[in-house]
Structures are given as C-alpha cells and as structure tokens.
C-alpha cells in the first residue's frame, strides 16, 4: 500500500493509539466537566429507541458538515463494527455533502478513503 | 395560544409560504446552477437503501449542528410526515447537541417548540 | 424606548420566560443525554481555579465567535451579574470581532444593544 | 406590500437605521481595537486592482456562505449601488449555494426577498 | 526546496493525484446524488454573465472564509490558470481575512505559501 | 520522543518556523488592508482594562471552538508565557468544549498534547 493512500498522514492504527493516549493524558487530569462530558459522549451513541447503527449514522453526518475529519472517522470505524453497507454509508455521505456544499468535498474524499482502509482491514 | 408560543415570529403557516414563494421567484430566474440544485436537493431524501425516514433525521440532525433554523423547521415537518415518534426525535436532537455543544441550545429549544405546534396541528 | 431597540424582536424578559418555558419542556421530557448536558452546562461557569468573571468572559466571547446571539444574552446578564464594566466587555467584544471577523459586526451591535438594555435596567 | 415580504421583519430602512445607531454607539466608545475594525472593514471594499464592484460581490459570497443575513443585506445594498444586474446577483449567488450547500438556501430565498426589494426602491 | 515549504505536508502534485483518485472512486460508486453533484460543482464555474476569472475568485474567497485548504487550494490552481495577477490574489485574500478574522490567518499564510509554489511551477 | 507525539506533524519550533516565515512574505506584500489587520491583531492582545493573561485565554477558547489548530497552538505559547498553570488551562478548555460539543475533541486532544510540548520545554 504507497504512502499516499493517507493524505491526512496517520493510519488507522496510529489514530486509534494517539485518541486513547491523549483521552487517558486528558481524563486523567480529573477535571469535572471534561470528564463528564467525556462520558456523556460515550451514553450519546447508546441503543434507545434508535438502533446504535442510525446514531451512529448520524454521529457521522453531523461530523461530517462540521467538517471534522477526526470526528469522521471515528463514527467510519464504529460504522463499520455496526455493518453499515457501503451503499448506506455513500447514501449518508451524500446528505451530508448536499447540506454542507462543495467545501464537504475534500472531506468526503478522505472519509471514503478511510472507509476503503476499514473494509481492507476486515476483508 | 399567546404570541410567545414562536420567538422565532413566524408559524408554520407562515414559514409554508414564504418558503413556497420566494422557492418559486428563485426558479423562475431560470438560473441552472440554482434549479439543478434545488432539484438534486429533492433528490437527496428519497427512498434507497436507507429509507426516507432515516433520512430526514439525518438531514434533521446535520440542520441542527449547523445552526439553520429553517432548514431544521424544514425536517421537521418531513420527520412528523414520515412518523417519526416524539422519543425518536430527542434522541436524534440529543446528538446534534453533544455534537454541537450548548451553541445548539436555542435551536434545540425552537426545534421543541416547533415539535409541539407539528403535534398540536396534527393532534 | 421605541421599538426599533430590539431588532432582535423580543426584550430580556420575553428571552428569559421563552428560555424557561422551553429549557422546562425539554427537561420534562427526561432524556438522559439532554438532561444531562444542561446539568453539565450549569457546572461549567461555576466558580474554579479561574473565578466565575472570567469564565462568563470565556463563554460570552466563545458565543460571540460562533454568532449565536441567545447565547451571548445570556451570557451578557451574567457577565452583568458578575459587575462587568462597560469597559471590560467592549475589550472581550473587541478580541471576539478580531478573531471572528467582519461577519460578528452584527452580533456585536445586538450585543451592545443588549448591554444598553442591561444597564438601563439595573439604572 | 403585504407583511409576509419581510420574514426578516425588518424593512432596508428600519436595518439601515439599526445599522447606524449600533455603529454610532459602538464607535462613540472609543475602544481602540473595535475602531480601527470598522475603519479597517470600510477600507477593504475600496477600489484596487479590483473593482469595486468585484470587491462587493466578494464580500457577499463570503457572507452568504458564512449564513450572515445583515452582512449579506449590507453588500446587497451595496452591489445594487455599483450596478450589479440580477443575472449577475444569481449567478454569485449560485456559487454560494453550491459551496455552501443546502443550509444556504433560506439564506438565499432572503437575499431574494431583499433584491427585490432594492429593485422595487430605485424603479 | 526545503521540507518545511509545504507545512500542509503535500505538494501540489501529491493534492492532485489524491484528488483525483479519490473523485474516481466516489464517482465510481454510482451514487446519483453524488454524482449530479459533482458534475453541478464543475458547472458553476462555467462562464455566464460573470466571466470564469470572476467566479474563481469568488470560489477562492468563500473557501478561504470556510476555512477549507483544500478548497483553497483548488481555486488557487484554477485562478493561476485563468491569470490571476499575484496583486489580485492578494486583494482577494484581505476581504477573505477582514470577512472571517484572525482564524483565516493560517489558511491564509498556506494560500501564499501555495501561490508561490504556482508561480514556481510557471517561472 | 516518538513520531507520534505530533499527530499535526510539525513541532513547535516548526510551527514558529513557519509562521515567521509566511507572515514575513505576507507583509512584504505591502497590501494595506493586509497588513493593518495583522498590526490590530498585535493591539488586540495587550494589557487594558482586562489583563493580558485573560486576554489569551479568551483568543485561545475562541480559537478553539472555531476550531483553528494553529491558532490554538499560538495562543497556547502566549497562555505559557503568561503564567497560565495547567489548572486554569483546563477550566478554559472545558469551557471550549462545552459550548462547541464534541466537535471540539480531536482539538482538544491536539491543544493538550502541544501544553506538553510546552511545559516540557520550560521544564
């Protein structure tokens, strides 16, 4: 796999080790408000009367018109632990790019390229 | 129902029509940048491997963290169209709203608001 | 005081009854997620190693950045609550239009109109 | 002209009136940053080696884009000023649209509204 | 040239290689909203009433507000090629940084650092 | 230290690198509006009625819910400078991400690596 498969320069795997870095480093600061914002984000994305896959779905569009590539693909890999389709994840991505607009673009080439890791990971 | 009922000084009624009319005054500029748009717009919430009503609350929730009253107003008669249940509409708002942080605090409360008049006028 | 004070349309106390009446019906609904996040939006201007001044400050410039103008209203009786000067919150306005840009212009003029509002009620 | 032309609910002559009381006021302050801001801002749309005509319709993509009602008022006032046509004005407008997506379109049916009304004062 | 002339990390040939294999995949999935999109996106910048120069620099300035590098440096490329003159750039850029404030500084220090690379590649 | 310490890819030293180097080509411009922007930037952040310490901490929370990495990173040096502890800092970032949701995180992530960065330079 060339190097260019990753514009945005890390692999899943280093993504994945620098978020619990960091998340450790920040929660182990103690402080009342981020640490009980950190766990409200985690009951946000739980089953209710919405499945945990539609959450995620719309975890993921709403990253994805704030333009947080990040964010994005954090809600791709739990997407994809979720067996969201590659035709229903085009589908979401298609909203978010025509609520967002064209500067949706360079993120939309990133998430599908992130996808495309995440489905030869699997494969 | 007293005036306060819509901070946002326009009811349904209204928002209908001054929606309709200035949508028609924009197409009828013939301008084919802006009618393709609108077309492809329409498009975007059609039935496909995801149905319609996952879509407007996807189109819901991408409205709400991007701050668009309108646009929210807008999913929101499609969601009550579509059936969406009142505890599946806070569960969608409640993740725009830790997506999007307290900004999203006003919208959230005119979303509620506008929820009520959607079932006080399909009650 | 004629009308045209408020562009905005609607005085301090029509924001703050229409912001109980709603913030009241969204928490009646008891969603965990929303209730939670107002409890947590609460706990985060509470007095801490940085005092309650400064972070109705960070919270008022914050909004101001991000153009909301009820969070900035409500921040705004805050900041007055907590005995800003005039002078302390032209300065937090003035870094809000640098980092923000021209496009603040016309939340920064419904804010000084608010503190206006403020400061003729506290008289 | 019946109300429901103004979803805004300001007229051009109420928003210049706003506009120039808030400026008067903030101006009147005398704080040294926000001066200069202003000053800064009137300077920028000044003829270069662009246009000043170029310079408007610059500032009211960027404005539109940013989903700024009064600053896109402020440079429509301005382009009808410098003689923009309306396929012109469309046509700036679409490039909004299509980079800032569906989110800009009540801004736009706005922007519309308020041609229109330009167009109607100087006929 | 030396490695820190790209702080974005990728050179322009890399953004174009990305580009378009990324565009060829998403294309290549047969979505129809994604796919009229696209094609709408490159029709907006097709010669009307305002000439091509015209429309790319207004693409410029609303993806340097929206704070898209990417987006930015697409219509870097294109405005280069249409023979943007570099003092036109620059006027351009300042009602981008007056319109959207201290936060466009570092897009607007990569836009340059772009532009050069362009005029490099031309010399 | 390893690689992965800068998930943004550039140390401090680079990012100062950088910065310097850009500005310097910006201004040699000598584009009015440019340059008078960058000056007023400077003015924005000296000692007034509010001291320069707050002042940073209000461009560094507006900073961060715009979500501007660099501009975070600037202000996070100044905040260094100026004897912010680290107690102070996190009340500030949990105010960010308060008010701007999840969307703030992977900044956060990035804000409080670079602090470590800081303090281990001091150290």
Redesign the interface.
């Known amino acids: 796999m060339s190097d260019?498969t990753h514009?945005h320069?890390?692999s899943l795997a280093?993504f994945r080790?620098?978020?619990e870095?960091?998340?450790a480093?920040?929660l182990g600061?103690s402080?009342?408000?981020?640490n009980?914002?950190f766990a409200?984000?985690g009951?946000?994305?739980e089953a209710?009367?919405?499945d945990v896959k539609?959450?995620e779905?719309?975890?993921l569009?709403?990253?994805?018109?704030?333009?947080?590539?990040?964010?994005v693909t954090y809600h791709l890999i739990r997407c994809a632990e979720e067996g969201v389709?590659?035709?229903?994840l085009?589908?979401?991505?298609?909203?978010?790019?025509?609520?967002?607009?064209?500067?949706?673009?360079?993120h939309?080439?990133?998430a599908?390229?992130r996808w495309?890791e995440l489905e030869r990971a699997s494969g």
Chains 1, 2, 3, 4, 5, 6 share one sequence.
């Open positions: 260019d514009e320069g890390n280093e080790a620098y978020r870095r960091m998340n480093e920040i600061e402080n009342l408000v981020l009980r914002f409200l984000d009951r946000t994305y209710g009367v919405l539609t959450k779905l719309l975890g569009v709403a990253s994805l018109v704030l333009r947080c590539d990040d964010c389709s590659r035709a229903q085009f589908e979401s991505l298609s909203i978010g790019l025509v609520v967002g607009g064209s500067i949706v673009i360079p939309l080439r990133r599908v390229d495309g």
